[in-house]
């Protein structure tokens, strides 16, 4: 799918006036048609696979981008006070839901954890605003599999001294991400199971 040239019309720019329900649907139409592909594939975690979800697809998508804010947004807590995730799958994850909330009047900043240190500079791990000791932070993350990911940005926050909860991401692929989380203590949700996907791209 490629973007079109021409100038949309306001009823194709959905991502901005949607109710959550149809732009929860649109976006999981945009995951099966950008994102979603089948195949032999090595995932991060090492691990093979006869399927791929190639999520920046979607998360760079400018409309994906917009609906995947405005999905995450009321899924936070109440009293969280930033959003982050681990470069760089959730850099724009994270800055969505940080626009998103400026428009909803409840200002949430955006943190993005570095694999390693920066070797200059401050050497920071953590990018963004400083926040209060233990400044209750989500985690946000695109696609869990194993889980380590999310993991390693929850301990980088926790090192900081803020405090980490809960994890949300995008899409699970229900191999294990959900169980290391709840033994690490961690309240996790996504928006999509794996399979709601595949059932969808089977059935378009």
């Known amino acids: 799918m490629t973007y079109p040239t021409e100038t949309l019309t306001h009823s194709d720019i959905w991502a901005a006036t949607a109710d959550l329900t149809t732009l929860r649907h649109k976006l999981l139409d945009l995951f099966c048609q950008l994102a979603y592909q089948e195949g032999d594939f090595v995932l991060s975690s090492g691990m093979r696979s006869s399927y791929y979800v190639n999520k920046m697809q979607v998360t760079l998508h400018p409309q994906?981008?917009?609906?995947?804010?405005?999905?995450?947004?009321?899924?936070?807590?109440?009293?969280?006070?930033a959003v982050a995730g681990l470069t760089l799958g959730a850099d724009p994850i994270v800055t969505?839901?940080?626009?998103?909330?400026?428009?909803?009047?409840?200002?949430?900043?955006?943190?993005i954890i570095r694999k390693e240190a920066k070797g200059y500079g401050t050497r920071a791990h953590i990018e963004g605003p400083l926040l209060p000791e233990e400044a209750k932070v989500v985690v946000l993350e695109d696609v869990v599999t194993t889980g380590q990911s999310?993991?390693?940005a929850?301990?980088?926050?926790?090192?900081?001294?803020?405090?980490?909860?809960?994890?949300?991401?995008?899409?699970?692929?229900?191999?294990?991400?959900?169980?290391l989380y709840q033994s690490a203590g961690?309240?996790?949700?996504?928006?999509?199971?794996?399979?709601?996907?595949?059932?969808?791209?089977?059935?378009?």
Request: charge should be positive.
């Open 64 to 81: 994906g981008a917009l609906a995947v804010g405005r999905l995450l947004f009321p899924m936070l807590p109440i009293d969280t006070q």
């Open 186 to 204: 961690l309240k996790f949700e996504a928006l999509f199971s794996i399979e709601e996907i595949q059932q969808r791209y089977r059935h378009k």
């Open 154 to 179: 929850v301990d980088r926050l926790k090192e900081a001294g803020y405090t980490v909860e809960r994890v949300i991401a995008l899409v699970d692929r229900k191999q294990g991400g959900a169980e």
């Open 96 to 111: 969505a839901v940080s626009i998103v909330s400026v428009y909803e009047n409840r200002l949430i900043p955006a943190l």
């Open 150 to 152: 999310a993991l390693k």
